[in-house]
């Protein structure tokens, strides 16, 4: 079975508590690698087009709870995942996903920057020919290359190294080649915390941009960026979900100071 | 007052001292692979003039190696040389042997060495990576004179019984690969066994690099919906191609430089080519180590200075092949971080 997807992003599964449809909905999820009980219990959705941040303490499961999502726990061994996962009112662990098509709909970019070493062009076009991709390559680059605002700073040298790129030049690439694929959700494992300030809030205005189309899944340390950027915030703590729901609400509220306090450990 | 003052004067003063003393000492001790280096070549070479003043360049041509008459009453003298009548030293043999047993167990281990670490890093599921690995590894340290009893015990006769009249009857139009197999030590055999003890080498370095390639390149290939199949070729390959070209060098020096396994399994061939790869061969390493006692019976001493030229020139071959790899690796590690590096770091 192939992954469909809707004509209409926003017309996924709606979840009781809210009026937004979920694009992402996990439920009663449990992970476990070894003996070891990574998640435990957890509930959360993603309403379309939009940012939900996901903070905690470190090891607290954010990053585990991420690649739940696109499925990377595939490639480990000994890994037991209990609960449902629905993308579009789809299982994503039903039997017969393809997980090639997973991963097409649901991108990921990671904490450190990963440009493969070739030319900023080719990271791209590689990506769109690996998946079959022949026409209309160097169009795609360009556009992708726009939408991470990277097009003016490489248009002139497209064929050089993209490991001659800065980091956070070179983050943004990774972020053009996940959105390569046009994928509806974007995770984001700590993508700024490997960068330096300025890098960051190019980033950070690429994500508000972004979220106009793109649903975005975030894993942050910093609370000030999970503020600004953030419709729907989760904490974590040791592998459960503590609080969810919409962002404004949480900082607003009293477990706010629980949050703050609960964030002292996971600041830089 | 004073007294302490002076008090830690000394004691600086000691401990300055026990430092230049400290840093004499390294400076002594980093010389000496300088000193140990120029002294052996500086020794073979003060070694192997006679032998090239009594052959001139025919000691790479000639094919004969033949002690000469050492029940002749006196030596003769040739070109202000002692040597006994009718001596006559020819590495071409030897050269060939060595090049032939070499490169063909190269050109046999790495493409089984590149399948091997591939398997143990990405092909086969977990638990078996491990146990491949490790396996892989533990071949590494057999000493060679456990491969060469193999190769003389199993490989030889399997290759003279099976093997060779198999090859023989499928590749006769090949001239190379012709002719009737008459013997178990051979230059297949010595090119078999030593491909066994290549294999490790290759497939350690190549599997190491393809491990230490960074996760998240490989995650994030993975998150494009890339099959293993793809993160393999455009993301563990470029990482581990350098090193791959560096254990296989690593490899042929090993092979170059191979003595007793070869001993005991390419048939010691003297004065004659191998017409075959069913024909006796000899190799220089194996040459040195197994004719060293008839040479020590040579009044002259000539027979043991050409041994000693055998020395220098495959150590000549060694040392050259180890500066191509430097080059190849460096340049190779270029375009390409991880892999690059790593065998860098292991040349
Ligand atoms: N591949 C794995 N195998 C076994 N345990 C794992 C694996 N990956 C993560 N874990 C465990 O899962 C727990 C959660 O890890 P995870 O990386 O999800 O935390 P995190 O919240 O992202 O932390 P950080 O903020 O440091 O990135 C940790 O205790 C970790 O040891
Ligand atoms: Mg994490």
């Known amino acids: 079975m192939l992954l469909t997807l809707p004509s209409d992003r926003g017309n996924g599964t709606s979840s009781p508590q809210d009026d937004h449809p979920a694009v992402i909905d996990v439920e009663a999820l449990s992970l476990t690698v070894g003996t070891r009980a990574v998640l435990r219990q957890v509930n959360f959705w993603v309403p379309a087009n939009g940012i939900t941040t996901v903070v905690g303490p470190s090891g607290s499961g954010k990053s585990s709870l991420l690649r739940i999502l696109n499925r990377m726990w595939d490639h480990v061994p000994r890994v037991r995942i209990e609960g449902h996962v629905r993308f579009s009112g789809q299982d994503l662990y039903a039997r017969g996903v393809d997980v ?28 769109l020919r690996v998946h079959g991709i022949r026409q209309g390559i160097s169009d795609r680059v360009e556009s992708v290359l726009s939408a991470s605002g990277l097009w003016d700073e490489v248009k002139d040298r497209l064929l050089a190294s993209a490991l001659t790129l800065s980091g956070g030049q070179q983050q943004r690439l990774s972020i053009a080649r996940a959105l390569a694929l046009n994928p509806a959700v974007l995770l984001m494992d ?16 690429l994500m508000l941009t972004l979220k106009k189309h793109t649903t975005i899944v975030l894993v942050t340390h910093h609370l000030d960026e999970a503020k600004r950027v953030s419709d729907r915030l989760g904490v ?20 706010v100071a629980r949050l703050a306090s609960a964030t002292q450990e996971f600041g830089q | 007052m004073i007294r302490s003052e002076q008090g830690r004067l000394t004691s600086r003063g000691l401990r300055s001292l026990v430092e230049t003393g400290v840093q004499t000492g390294l400076g002594i001790l980093a010389l000496a692979p300088f000193v140990v280096l120029v002294g052996l070549v500086g020794y073979l070479i003060w070694v192997s003039i006679p032998v090239f003043r009594y052959m001139r360049w025919g000691f790479f041509s000639h094919i004969a190696w033949n002690l000469g008459n050492l029940y002749a009453y006196h030596p003769v003298l040739v070109h202000g040389v002692r040597v006994m009548p009718g001596a006559e030293f020819g590495a071409f043999a030897f050269l060939l042997g060595t090049g032939l ?218 040392l050259a092949v180890n500066l ?18 790593l065998a860098h770091g292991i040349l």
């Not at chain 1, 974590?236 to 477990?255: L, W």
């Open chain 1, 100 to 127: 090639r098509a997973v991963r097409t709909h649901i991108g990921m970019v990671f904490q450190r920057p990963t440009p493969f070493p070739r030319s900023i062009y080719d990271n791209i076009a590689l990506t």
């Open chain 1, 190 to 205: 700590e993508p700024q915390s490997a960068l330096d300030p300025r890098s960051r809030d190019q980033i950070t205005q």
């Open chain 1, 236 to 255: 974590m703590v040791g592998g459960t979900m503590e609080v969810f729901g919409p962002a404004r609400e949480i900082f607003q509220s009293e477990s």
């Open chain 2, 101 to 318: 047993t070499s490169l063909m167990a190269i050109c046999l281990a790495v493409p089984i060495a590149f399948l091997l670490a591939s398997a143990a890093s990405f092909g086969v599921s977990w638990p078996w990576r491990n146990i491949l690995a490790i396996l892989v590894e533990m071949m590494a340290g057999v000493p060679s004179v456990v491969f060469g009893l193999f190769g003389f015990i199993v490989l030889g006769p399997a290759i003279a019984t099976q093997v060779g009249p198999w090859l023989n009857h499928w590749l006769s139009p090949i001239p190379f690969f012709s002719g009737p197999v008459t013997s178990e030590t051979n230059l297949l055999t010595a090119t078999v066994t030593l491909t066994l003890m290549v294999i490790p080498i290759v497939a350690t370095t190549t599997r190491v690099a393809m491990a230490r390639v960074p996760r998240d390149w490989v995650d994030s290939a993975r998150a494009l919906g890339w099959t293993e199949h793809e993160v393999f070729w455009h993301v563990i390959w470029p990482h581990s191609r350098a090193a791959l070209t560096g254990g296989t060098i690593l490899g042929l020096g090993r092979a170059l430089g191979e003595t007793m396994a070869v001993l005991m399994v390419s048939g010691n061939a003297l004065n004659v080519l191998p017409k075959n790869i069913y024909s006796g061969v000899s190799t220089m390493a194996a040459t040195i180590a197994g004719q060293l006692d008839a040479a020590l019976t040579d009044p002259t001493r000539m027979a043991v200075h050409a041994l000693g030229t055998l020395g220098l020139i495959l150590m000549a071959i060694s």
């Open chain 2, 324 to 341: 191509i790899a430097r080059v190849v690796v460096v340049s190779d590690g270029q375009t390409d971080h991880a892999g690059g590096g």
